[in-house]
């Protein structure tokens, strides 16, 4: 796109064509070249393109008298298109000096377009600088409902011009302008339109941003960057670089407080970013070294600080009392910058899924596997494993038998009905019974017969009526273990017992234990009118036996428990069918 002179002198407006490789494309005009003869001095500075291929460029075009505002509307074979305007294009004018800059599109197609008009009396006893942004509709009739007819000038000062121009949703219009006063000083102020032409005082600060660039680019997420150069204090020129809501609000995670400056080289940069990739911002331009030498500039700028989201160690706990998963904290991801937002996802013992920590959730037994993603990048993710592990044991409760003394001694089988709970945290696996008897359990007795249980289910056991002649009563001891789904056990233990003869139950039996509480040892005495033998033991709170001594004549005093961890424990003494239990405590 530049100029070209006729044969008469005048410029012309000529487009070049390319195919994608850099070859002239042939089927552009006349052989890739388009030459615009619209009877002046013609030139062109921008361009904007419309979807079906069709395009508008803008520039001037200059008589005797001045130069006036040109767009030209083109075909996508760089025919004129005939229905825009007359013939293909429009010429306004306005003032002494009339030429378009920039031109934007707008979602209804209507065309905005903005320039500067200069204006002068024939003495030149002033020359004024004004910005202008006009707007036509699509076929290229001025459009009267926007500004004065269809224009906005810029006079607030003498000298100003616009720098950039943007169109947002709802066809609002973001613009810059550079505003020169008196001392020589230039401020930048961004401004917003409303679709009618009329200034939006909700953009900004009562409508106004001021600023020191005068570029400006619109994010997909709506959000503007503004760009130019700073004056820094060694009077040098460094790049500047803002990032606004759409709103026209500094965004104080961009840079600081919204705004980065630097440098490229040691003095003067000139900067103008145009090419957005993602988060990354390409830019070009040029810089002035201490040697005064002209350097050229190529620089990408992070629009985001790059996400990174990083897992805490693997954690293992156990569960928490008496449920089947643990609450877990302390799992937080650490993310750069702060306040990225992050998903999760758990896999294997739980499943879930959701936006934020996972701290504070409640996780099964077993391990979990648990995936941190930043929301805006996919790609930046860690996983690390929560495992939850059951130690708690589970508890058999209750546990009774009926009946608890078998007689008469006749060898035959009698129904034992036995009595529990069983419950764990996270369920019971299995139930096992068994029995053990204090004599062997077959003998050379002529009327000694076995098996002497059988095991009819958890609650249901067979236990013969027999005992040895030469013994002191058969002791049948039932243990009910119980097995949760993690493997941990507990047990529980009661008798049954076959006395020696009917006639030799004695309720005399008395056993006493002192001191109790004890922090060493028990004294553990017996006393009995009956002959029989006795059988003392301990059993511990889970009904398991953790010593015993049989054959104990009557009238005994034995020490026990110097062994023993602190805990709660039960002394039992069985002569002939008769129990007694004293609970004791060690500390």
């Not at 197609?109 to 004024?128: L, R, T, Y």
């Not at 230039?186 to 032409?197: C, F």
């Amino acid at each position: 796109m530049s100029s070209t002179f006729s044969a008469n002198g005048d410029a012309d407006i000529m487009l070049i064509r390319y195919n994608m490789d850099g070859s002239i494309d042939a089927g552009f005009g006349n052989a890739g070249t388009v030459i615009t003869d619209l009877g002046n001095n013609e030139s062109c500075y921008t361009a904007a393109f419309l979807p079906d291929g069709r395009f508008i460029i803008g520039g001037l075009s200059r008589d005797n008298n001045g130069s006036d505002f040109l767009l030209v509307r083109y075909n996508y074979d760089g025919t004129l298109d005939n229905g825009f305007s007359d013939g293909g294009f429009l010429k306004i004018d306005y003032v002494n000096e009339d030429f378009v800059q920039l031109i934007k599109i707008q979602d209804d197609g209507k065309i905005v377009f903005s320039g500067s008009i200069i204006e002068f009396p024939p003495d030149f006893s002033f020359v004024h600088f004004y910005g202008y942004i006009g707007r036509v509709n699509s076929n290229g009739t001025i459009d009267a409902g926007f500004g004065d007819n269809g224009k906005l000038v810029i006079n607030s000062v003498e000298n100003n011009y616009i720098g950039d121009m943007i169109i947002q949703p709802g066809n609002k219009i973001v613009f810059t302008r550079i505003e020169n006063s008196g001392s020589n000083s230039q401020q930048g102020v961004i401004a917003r339109l409303n679709t009618d032409g009329t200034f939006d005082n909700g953009f900004g600060q009562n409508g106004n941003v001021l600023t020191e660039g005068f570029g400006l680019l619109k994010l997909n997420d709506g959000k503007l960057i503004n760009f130019g150069n700073h004056l820094n204090n060694k009077n040098n020129l460094d790049y500047f670089l803002s990032r606004l809501s759409q709103d026209g609000v500094l965004d104080p995670s961009f840079g600081t407080n919204g705004i980065a400056t630097g440098t490229f080289t040691n003095l003067d940069n000139y900067v103008y970013p145009r090419i957005l990739s993602g988060s990354k911002l390409l830019a070009h331009g040029s810089g002035v070294d201490e040697m005064g030498d002209n350097i050229g500039v190529i620089a990408k700028f992070n629009l985001e600080i790059e996400a990174s989201v990083s897992c805490p160690v693997n954690k293992i706990v156990n569960t928490d009392n008496n449920v089947c998963n643990a609450l877990v904290n302390g799992i937080d991801p650490i993310v750069t910058p702060n306040g990225t937002a992050v998903n999760y996802s758990l896999t294997g013992a739980t499943t879930a899924s959701g936006s934020g920590s996972v701290s504070g959730l409640n996780f099964n037994t077993g391990i979990t596997t648990v995936t941190y993603t930043a929301a805006n990048d996919a790609t930046k993710s860690c996983s690390f494993t929560v495992t939850v592990n059951d130690n708690q044991a589970p508890a058999v409760n209750n546990l009774s038998v009926s009946p608890t003394s078998l007689w008469p001694a006749n060898h035959k089988f009698s129904d034992v009905i036995l009595n529990y709970s069983a419950t764990d945290n996270c369920g019971i696996a299995s139930i096992q019974v068994t029995v053990s008897s204090n004599e062997p359990i077959q003998s050379n007795e002529p009327e000694d017969q076995s098996p002497d249980w059988q095991i009819i289910d958890n609650n249901h056991i067979k236990l013969r009526a027999e005992r040895l002649e030469s013994g002191n009563g058969r002791i049948y001891t039932i243990t009910i273990k119980a097995t949760d789904l993690n493997g941990n056990q507990a047990s529980s233990s009661a008798t049954v017992t076959v006395p020696k003869s009917q006639g030799n139950t004695n309720e005399s039996l008395k056993v006493s234990v002192s001191p109790n509480p004890s922090s060493d040892y028990f004294i553990v005495s017996v006393n009995s009118n009956s002959s029989d033998k006795i059988t003392l033991r301990v059993i511990d709170n889970n009904g398991i036996i953790v010593s015993a001594i049989n054959n104990v004549n009557s009238k005994k005093v034995f020490k026990l428990g110097e062994s023993l961890k602190p805990g709660l424990y039960f002394v039992q003494a069985i002569q002939s069918g008769i129990t007694k239990t004293i609970k004791v405590i060690k500390f």
